[in-house]
């Protein structure tokens, strides 16, 4: 069983922080060996941030999704705190 | 239009029959003259291995929400009665029904295209993952084969 990953949080320097709940599944789960994570991040921040700090720096794959608050969006949308941000591979239904 | 994602293990035909009698024929009764409905099978074959089990993942929440939008498109570009859609999440065996996606109308090119489009979207919008076990050890299904 695949279990969460904890609290990330990153140094804030100033400023105020947000947290934001991110989710990982299905292959993408098992390369990051949990199912997500909490993350706390500065203010202003994209998917692709929260990505970066949830993963400790790795690289989007180009053909990982984005979901915010569980509607499909990209990398670049802004999270506000509270957001439920999720990245997955293409899905493979029916 | 009825949407369920669950574990339990579906039975399309007895579940359309339900749905029609129960459901559909009360609330417009003489109005429907055409179902169209598609059922999808577990097959135990996959890109040319011998596949003896399934597991699949979905995202609780989202998959819901994401079939209620294609159901809703759908309504809104057909003349539509009713509908229903089945889906089943968890572990899965050879010849066990995967999805079924019925909706009913007054005439069948409403019907006929509904579904399909409701089927499509649901492969490439609805957050569902396959994980195959093969006699070597099991893989995440990368893509759908082609639908049109």
């Known amino acids: 069983?695949?279990?969460?990953?904890?609290?990330?949080?990153?140094?804030?320097i100033e400023g105020n922080s947000m947290t934001v709940k991110v989710k990982f599944f299905a292959s993408l789960k098992e390369q990051m060996g949990c199912d997500g994570a909490t993350v706390e991040i500065g203010e202003v921040a994209t998917a692709a941030d929260i990505w970066l700090q949830a993963s400790g720096g790795k690289a989007l794959p180009p053909n990982?999704?984005?979901?915010?608050?569980m509607e499909y969006t990209d990398q670049n949308h802004a999270v506000k705190s509270g957001d439920e941000v999720a990245f997955f591979p293409p899905v493979t239904g029916g | 239009m009825k949407i369920v994602v669950d574990t339990t293990p579906l039975s399309p035909w007895e579940a359309l029959a339900e749905y029609e009698r129960e459901v559909v024929a009360p609330a417009h009764p003489g109005r429907y003259g055409a179902a169209a409905t598609f059922v999808g099978t577990m097959r135990d074959f996959n890109e040319g291995d011998a596949v003896q089990g399934m597991f699949l993942e979905h995202y609780p929440g989202m998959t819901e929400k994401q079939l209620g939008l294609i159901a809703d498109e759908a309504f809104g570009q057909w003349s539509l009665l009713d509908g229903l859609l089945l889906h089943r999440v968890g572990e899965l065996k050879p010849s066990e029904p995967i999805v079924v996606?019925?909706?009913?109308?007054?005439h069948r090119k409403d019907a006929f295209e509904a579904c399909r489009f409701i089927m499509e979207a649901l492969k490439s919008r609805a957050p569902f993952w396959?994980?195959?076990?093969?006699?070597?050890?099991?893989?995440?299904?990368?893509?759908?084969?082609?639908?049109?």
């Open chain 2, 101 to 106: 996606v019925a909706v009913w109308s007054a």
């Open chain 2, 130 to 148: 396959k994980r195959e076990e093969l006699h070597s050890g099991s893989r995440w299904v990368e893509k759908n084969s082609e639908g049109y």
């Open chain 1, 64 to 69: 990982v999704l984005v979901a915010v608050n």
């Open chain 1, 1 to 12: 069983m695949i279990g969460w990953c904890g609290s990330v949080r990153k140094p804030l």
